[in-house]
């Protein structure tokens, strides 16, 4: 497993993260796992190398990662989960309520990083001034060590907040949408991360139309029939398939996670699974060499128009 620091946070991070949310919830909720078969699927990542680990108060998964975790030396771990943002606004009450909450699921008592969960560019203004000085406050007694924010990438295609985020100093790690289909971010978001050293975590990078073959071609018939994608450069009806055809990856889904990896500026790539044969697939992946550069070079021009999906 490669290991990588994590901007200014100074963490030493697995680029492949654990991903206990996304369409599969670790099989809690496509796959229909019990519970001890999820927290055996996180025991078999960490015993792999992966030392990250994504989850959420949304997810209801932390009490999962809580049970994986006190079987392994939490020292070593590092946890990044979310306060929930439904509805109005949250007080810096909720907050510290909803801190308290996660520890007791997680089993812990602090947070490596913790993050207000896809916050969106109209609640940007309000979370600044009145939620991040309580998240401040929640360091400075140790209760959690970085401070985070995931963008709702669905309803912000253009990464809007984010981009706004990253021009106040608040914010150590980042997490934004990015993948072969869809590599806004990397202007709109990467090169500033850069810059100013913020951690970044890449949700999105397989997620459904980059695991299915049938939602690929419906993203892919969408991005033709908007202009974004030129059709004499791909073939609709089996789209990508240069990439396993050419001998480049073993599967889309590969391909689609060592591009993320190898994009620069990026740091840890959450891989989210409820299936052990698929877990197995992806910590191959990230075993495996950087794709010949005209396989890259080809993705970034295919998709160089494209910001209309998600790959969701
Ligand atoms: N705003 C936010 O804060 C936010 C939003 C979304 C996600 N996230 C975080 O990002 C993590 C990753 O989630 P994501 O949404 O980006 O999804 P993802 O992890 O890219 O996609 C997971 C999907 O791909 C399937 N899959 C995984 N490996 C596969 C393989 N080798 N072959 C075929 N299918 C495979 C999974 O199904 P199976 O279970 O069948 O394998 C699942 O449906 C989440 O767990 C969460 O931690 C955060």
Not at 117 to 130: I, S, V
Not at 250 to 257: E, F, G, V
Not at 261 to 273: A, M, N
Request: charged share 25%.
């Amino acid at each position: 497993m490669e290991y990588r620091i994590l901007g200014r946070t100074g963490l030493k991070v697995s680029v492949m993260g654990i991903g206990a949310g996304g369409p599969s919830r670790l099989g809690q909720r496509d796959n229909n796992k019990s519970e001890a078969e999820s927290v055996d699927l996180v025991l078999r990542g960490l015993d792999a190398g992966i030392n990250f680990i994504d989850t959420a108060e949304a997810y209801r998964t932390e009490a999962i990662i809580g049970a994986a975790v006190a079987q392994r030396d939490r020292s070593k771990l590092i946890i990044s989960t979310k306060k929930q943002l439904r509805g109005e606004n949250i007080t810096r009450e909720e907050l510290r309520a909803g801190l308290h909450d996660s520890l007791r699921r997680l089993q812990t008592d602090y947070i490596d990083i913790y993050h207000l969960h896809g916050l969106k560019p109209e609640q940007y203004a309000y979370y600044l001034k009145e939620i991040a000085p309580g998240m401040q406050d929640l360091r400075d007694e140790g209760l959690i060590r970085f401070l985070g924010v995931t963008e709702n990438w669905s309803g912000d295609l253009e990464h809007e907040m984010l981009a706004r985020a990253l021009q106040d100093g608040v914010w150590d790690v980042v997490m934004v949408g990015f993948n072969l289909l869809n590599q806004t971010a990397r202007e709109s978001v990467l090169e500033a991360t850069i810059k100013k050293d913020i951690g970044v975590l890449i949700m999105f990078a397989i997620r459904r139309a980059l695991s299915q073959p049938a939602k690929l071609k419906a993203t892919i018939q969408s991005l033709i029939d908007s202009g974004e994608v030129d059709p004499q450069d791909i073939d609709p009806a089996n789209p990508l398939s240069f990439l396993v055809d050419s001998g480049a990856a073993p599967s889309i889904a590969d391909a689609a996670y060592r591009f993320c990896r190898d994009e620069s500026g990026t740091h840890v790539i959450l891989s989210g699974t409820g299936n052990p044969a698929h877990l197995e697939a992806n910590l191959a992946a990230f075993e495996r060499p950087p794709l010949p550069a005209e396989v890259t070079a080809r993705l970034k021009r295919i998709f160089r128009k494209s910001r209309s999906v998600t790959g969701g």
